[in-house]
């Protein structure tokens, strides 16, 4: 991961010690903006080469009034009243570690000078805040009162030591500042920070792991489900199955983040914060515990800033709270619980198989084009069999890999569009990679096409090799064989001659496609072309958010005449430029493309998740007919235990348990975890399960929730017309109601966002399970997931997962 780098100034000329003020003057003009991480700033300030910095962003000279931001500040000790280590301590009261400190030229045996600088995941880009927080070391560390306005330049120095690498966290310095503010204030809350100026910064430092993040919605803060009044619980109850409130209520000390995150729970409980004062003054008095002002003071704090509660599991270290969101939701609900709020009937395989055929066969058979008709069917009711005795048709199948297994099972006439070429000559399959990546596959054709024609310099063996890809690729243009290809080749097509296109798999991944550029990269190419200085400038402009993609006038035709054999762009600009909707975060541009089906020709839609919903609303212009068949009675079984979520952030925390009770099960689950288990399916995992059969009939443990990052949910939900507030759209742990389940899930208040989200999630799911093909075989799919499946025949807390 790269390190974060921080803007700071830091004077061109080097003094090794103090000055007089009329040096001073040219270590001032000789300030100029820089940025580093928290490790070159400590070598740029060291003695024998040590420079002058200030830890502002300004608007023109530096002075308080042009200041921009912070990002970096400093504390000065010179007057002997407080030790290095008496510092440090208080800040680890708080979890806060400093990033730096030094020795300053005027330190010395008998009066240690010291300097401890402070960096931040975001910058305080308020003046009222920066003073507040300044002025408040100053009362709690004795702090030189001359240097806390952001415009100070400080001197380097010597004996630097570096005692932590990674920035702090705003936020929490915030909660420093303020708890100690009130402790000191007789538990008042009239001095605390108002943080409505920079609470729109806090997204970039929270939950920003894996794809199950909301990193762009602020008000997302903690999570989880926010409640509305003081709601009434069984304590007794609650310390029952909460670890981490048990050992409090026993007596246990708690440490400051322990504290904080049970106060913005209990808040919530009728007499909650009341009785956590009580217990703690109890356990005080009694000698067992030593808790603090400033420990005392975190109650009235939450109340006041009226924090939705913090998920146990991110303050709780117990084993047994390692998926316990908060405090009430545990209580009130049972975890894991799925109530069926209205039952599936499912009809018999057999019944499924006549009524599959019979419709298959009529929308083969009847003259109706422009039309698009999706056959939802259950995973192994034999739709490859359609397949085999199609006659006159396009088969479009997800990978090469498919369409070659199929090949040998077809029993009419047919041909086949041939794989992806790859050449002797390396240079030239990274050339043709080349122009996939940044978004001209056209291009890549044109080039094999040009080493056919003997247009490009190649050996005898490539240029046989894309004779014969070509001819291979002339024999598809019979509209009267059946051609087997692949979803991206026929979806990529400028034209097809067949009347009807059959896909076998839902083509959605392939029709709506989301990628990522850079704003570098873009900028870096407009020195080179300078149109593209049109594009940056307009990204450059906007604020964080989400937005159409406006018409560039870009020539692309000349562009690519341009970059062709320069190999300059790094990412798909090309793409982006016909992009939909894009999104932008920092320097990155998520952007949305979509395709459309082959037109003149009637389209199947052959597939085991298809979002009938999704392409009406995507395609509103196209007649849709849906055939619904998935409710169909299974010989094998599928067990869901849904006592864990199993997201990603999940089986970080206690994947490890789910490992050593699953044993040697055969796994499907997250690329990222395979090396967790035991016998995990090397070729298989969340994203990449469609098609594979040589798991039919074997039992087979899926494990996961596989939440998608929420920019594919916004940038869908865009494409779809689908009406939301980017930046407020809560996402949390509650209660939901879903495919006839009401059960407890982490997802969004938006209806329409959280069926995009839930179905995604239910739709890679569904794939992993069909590997083992229960429909057919006497075997049994166990699945781990908070999302209830509908193919599921029973559902099971599991009760020794959580020793309740």
């Given at each position: 991961?790269?390190?974060?780098?921080?803007?700071?100034?830091?004077?061109?000329?080097?003094?090794?010690?103090?000055?007089?003020?009329?040096?001073?003057?040219?270590?001032?003009?000789?300030?100029?903006?820089?940025?580093?991480?928290?490790?070159?700033?400590?070598?740029?300030?060291?003695?024998?080469?040590?420079?002058?910095?200030?830890g502002g962003v300004f608007s023109g000279p530096i002075k308080n009034e042009n200041w921009i931001k912070s990002s970096?500040?400093?504390?000065?000790?010179?007057?002997?009243?407080?030790?290095?280590?008496?510092?440090?301590?208080?800040?680890?009261?708080?979890?806060?570690?400093?990033?730096?400190?030094?020795?300053?030229?005027?330190?010395?045996?008998?009066?240690?000078?010291?300097?401890?600088?402070?960096?931040?995941?975001?910058?305080?880009?308020?003046?009222?805040?920066?003073?507040?927080?300044?002025?408040?070391?100053?009362?709690?560390?004795?702090?030189?009162?001359?240097?806390?306005?952001?415009?100070?330049?400080?001197?380097?120095?010597?004996?630097?030591?570096?005692?932590?690498?990674?920035?702090?966290?705003?936020?929490?310095?915030?909660?420093?500042?303020?708890?100690?503010?009130?402790?000191?204030?007789?538990?008042?809350?009239?001095?605390?920070?108002?943080?409505?100026?920079?609470?729109?910064?806090?997204?970039?430092?929270?939950?920003?792991?894996?794809?199950?993040?909301?990193?762009?919605?602020?008000?997302?803060?903690?999570?989880?489900?926010?409640?509305?009044?003081?709601?009434?619980?069984?304590?007794?109850?609650?310390?029952?199955?909460?670890?981490?409130?048990?050992?409090?209520?026993?007596?246990?000390?708690?440490?400051?983040?322990?504290?904080?995150?049970?106060?913005?729970?209990?808040?919530?409980?009728?007499?909650?914060?009341?009785?956590?004062?009580?217990?703690?003054?109890?356990?005080?008095?009694?000698?067992?515990?030593?808790?603090?002002?400033?420990?005392?003071?975190?109650?009235?704090?939450?109340?006041?800033?009226?924090?939705?509660?913090?998920?146990?599991?991110?303050?709780?270290?117990?084993?047994?709270?390692?998926?316990?969101?908060?405090?009430?939701?545990?209580?009130?609900?049972?975890?894991?619980?799925?109530?069926?709020?209205?039952?599936?009937?499912?009809?018999?395989?057999?019944?499924?198989?006549?009524?599959?055929?019979?419709?298959?066969?009529?929308?083969?058979?009847?003259?109706?084009?422009?039309?698009?008709?999706?056959?939802?069917?259950?995973?192994?009711?034999?739709?490859?069999?359609?397949?085999?005795?199609?006659?006159?048709?396009?088969?479009?199948?997800?990978?090469?890999?498919?369409?070659?297994?199929?090949?040998?099972?077809?029993?009419?006439?047919?041909?086949?569009?041939?794989?992806?070429?790859?050449?002797?000559?390396?240079?030239?399959?990274?050339?043709?990679?080349?122009?996939?990546?940044?978004?001209?596959?056209?291009?890549?054709?044109?080039?094999?096409?040009?080493?056919?024609?003997?247009?490009?310099?190649?050996?005898?063996?490539?240029?046989?090799?894309?004779?014969?890809?070509?001819?291979?690729?002339?024999?598809?243009?019979?509209?009267?064989?059946?051609?087997?290809?692949?979803?991206?080749?026929?979806?990529?097509?400028?034209?097809?001659?067949?009347?009807?296109?059959?896909?076998?798999?839902?083509?959605?991944?392939?029709?709506?496609?989301?990628?990522?550029?850079?704003?570098?990269?873009?900028?870096?190419?407009?020195?080179?072309?300078?149109?593209?200085?049109?594009?940056?400038?307009?990204?450059?402009?906007?604020?964080?958010?989400?937005?159409?993609?406006?018409?560039?006038?870009?020539?692309?035709?000349?562009?690519?005449?341009?970059?062709?054999d320069k190999r300059i762009l790094e990412t798909n600009v090309f793409d982006f430029l016909n992009s939909k909707f894009?999104?932008?975060?920092?320097?990155?541009?998520?952007?949305?493309?979509?395709?459309?089906?082959?037109?003149?020709?009637?389209?199947?839609?052959?597939?085991?998740?298809?979002?009938?919903?999704?392409?009406?609303?995507?395609?509103?212009?196209?007649?849709?007919?849906?055939?619904?068949?998935?409710?169909?009675?299974?010989?094998?079984?599928?067990?869901?235990?849904?006592?864990?979520?199993?997201?990603?952030?999940?089986?970080?925390?206690?994947?490890?348990?789910?490992?050593?009770?699953?044993?040697?099960?055969?796994?499907?689950?997250?690329?990222?975890?395979?090396?967790?288990?035991?016998?995990?399916?090397?070729?298989?995992?969340?994203?990449?399960?469609?098609?594979?059969?040589?798991?039919?009939?074997?039992?087979?443990?899926?494990?996961?929730?596989?939440?998608?990052?929420?920019?594919?949910?916004?940038?869908?939900?865009?494409?779809?017309?689908?009406?939301?507030?980017?930046?407020?759209?809560?996402?949390?742990?509650?209660?939901?109601?879903?495919?006839?389940?009401?059960?407890?899930?982490?997802?969004?208040?938006?209806?329409?966002?959280?069926?995009?989200?839930?179905?995604?999630?239910?739709?890679?799911?569904?794939?992993?399970?069909?590997?083992?093909?229960?429909?057919?075989?006497?075997?049994?799919?166990?699945?781990?997931?908070?999302?209830?499946?509908?193919?599921?025949?029973?559902?099971?807390?599991?009760?020794?997962?959580?020793?309740?």
């Amino acid at each position: 991961m790269e390190k974060l780098k921080f803007e700071y100034l830091i004077s061109k000329r080097v003094f090794n010690q103090k000055i007089n003020d009329d040096l001073f003057k040219i270590v001032y003009n000789s300030m100029i903006p820089i940025e580093s991480t928290v490790e070159d700033f400590s070598k740029v300030i060291l003695k024998p080469d040590a420079h002058s910095w200030c830890g502002g962003v300004f608007s023109g000279p530096i002075k308080n009034e042009n200041w921009i931001k912070s990002s970096i500040i400093g504390m000065d000790f010179d007057k002997g009243r407080i030790t290095l280590k008496e510092v440090y301590s208080k800040f680890k009261e708080f979890d806060i570690i400093p990033n730096l400190h030094y020795d300053t030229f005027s330190s010395s045996e008998h009066a240690h000078k010291f300097r401890i600088v402070l960096f931040f995941d975001i910058p305080i880009t308020c003046i009222k805040t920066y003073a507040k927080i300044m002025r408040t070391l100053e009362k709690l560390f004795y702090t030189d009162p001359n240097c806390k306005n952001p415009s100070r330049i400080f001197y380097g120095g010597t004996n630097i030591n570096v005692t932590n690498l990674n920035p702090l966290s705003l936020e929490n310095f915030i909660q420093f500042i303020d708890i100690n503010t009130i402790a000191r204030d007789n538990n008042l809350t009239r001095s605390t920070i108002d943080t409505t100026s920079i609470d729109a910064n806090f997204c970039n430092s929270l939950y920003n792991d894996n794809k199950n993040v909301h990193f762009l919605a602020t008000h997302n803060k903690l999570n989880c489900t926010s409640m509305a009044g003081e709601q009434v619980i069984d304590w007794d109850q609650a310390c029952e199955k909460i670890k981490i409130l048990n050992d409090f209520n026993s007596g246990e000390w708690l440490y400051h983040q322990e504290l904080f995150g049970l106060a913005t729970n209990l808040m919530y409980m009728r007499g909650g914060l009341k009785k956590m004062k009580s217990i703690m003054n109890n356990f005080n008095k009694s000698g067992k515990t030593k808790y603090s002002k400033n420990n005392f003071a975190i109650l009235p704090y939450v109340k006041h800033k009226e924090y939705n509660p913090i998920p146990v599991h991110r303050f709780s270290c117990r084993p047994e709270d390692l998926d316990i969101h908060d405090i009430i939701t545990e209580v009130r609900n049972i975890r894991g619980r799925i109530e069926i709020v209205k039952r599936i009937e499912n009809i018999s395989l057999k019944e499924a198989e006549e009524k599959m055929i019979s419709k298959f066969n009529e929308v083969i058979s009847n003259e109706e084009s422009c039309k698009t008709y999706i056959f939802s069917l259950p995973t192994a009711i034999g739709k490859t069999r359609l397949l085999e005795n199609v006659e006159n048709c396009i088969v479009a199948l997800p990978t090469n890999h498919l369409k070659n297994e199929i090949k040998g099972r077809m029993n009419v006439n047919y041909t086949y569009s041939p794989d992806t070429i790859q050449f002797k000559d390396p240079f030239l399959n990274k050339k043709i990679e080349y122009f996939y990546q940044i978004g001209l596959p056209k291009k890549s054709m044109k080039t094999i096409r040009n080493v056919a024609e003997g247009k490009y310099p190649s050996s005898k063996g490539d240029v046989q090799l894309a004779l014969d890809y070509c001819s291979q690729l002339k024999l598809c243009d019979n509209p009267h064989i059946t051609v087997l290809s692949t979803h991206k080749r026929i979806i990529n097509s400028d034209h097809l001659l067949h009347k009807t296109v059959i896909f076998d798999e839902d083509p959605l991944n392939t029709l709506v496609e989301i990628k990522t550029t850079s704003i570098k990269d873009i900028a870096g190419v407009q020195y080179f072309y300078k149109p593209l200085k049109s594009v940056t400038d307009h990204l450059a402009s906007l604020k964080e958010g989400i937005y159409e993609t406006p018409l560039f006038n870009i020539d692309q035709d000349d562009l690519f005449k341009f970059i062709d054999d320069k190999r300059i762009l790094e990412t798909n600009v090309f793409d982006f430029l016909n992009s939909k909707f894009f999104i932008k975060h920092e320097d990155s541009i998520h952007y949305i493309m979509k395709k459309e089906l082959p037109k003149n020709a009637k389209n199947i839609i052959l597939s085991a998740t298809i979002p009938i919903e999704f392409y009406k609303r995507l395609y509103p212009n196209i007649e849709f007919e849906s055939i619904d068949i998935r409710n169909v009675e299974q010989v094998g079984k599928v067990i869901q235990y849904t006592g864990r979520s199993c997201s990603r952030s999940g089986l970080e925390r206690y994947g490890q348990i789910i490992s050593e009770e699953v044993g040697d099960k055969k796994v499907i689950t997250f690329q990222k975890f395979k090396g967790l288990f035991k016998n995990p399916i090397q070729d298989i995992h969340f994203g990449n399960c469609s098609g594979y059969d040589y798991l039919s009939g074997k039992d087979l443990t899926v494990i996961g929730t596989p939440h998608r990052n929420n920019i594919e949910y916004f940038l869908l939900a865009k494409l779809m017309g689908v009406k939301f507030d980017y930046f407020k759209s809560p996402f949390r742990y509650q209660k939901i109601v879903y495919n006839g389940f009401k059960f407890m899930f982490n997802t969004f208040d938006n209806e329409e966002l959280r069926n995009i989200q839930i179905h995604l999630i239910e739709s890679d799911l569904i794939q992993a399970v069909g590997r083992a093909r229960t429909l057919r075989n006497e075997c049994i799919a166990e699945v781990y997931s908070g999302l209830p499946l509908s193919i599921a025949d029973e559902f099971i807390i599991k009760k020794n997962l959580h020793n309740h």
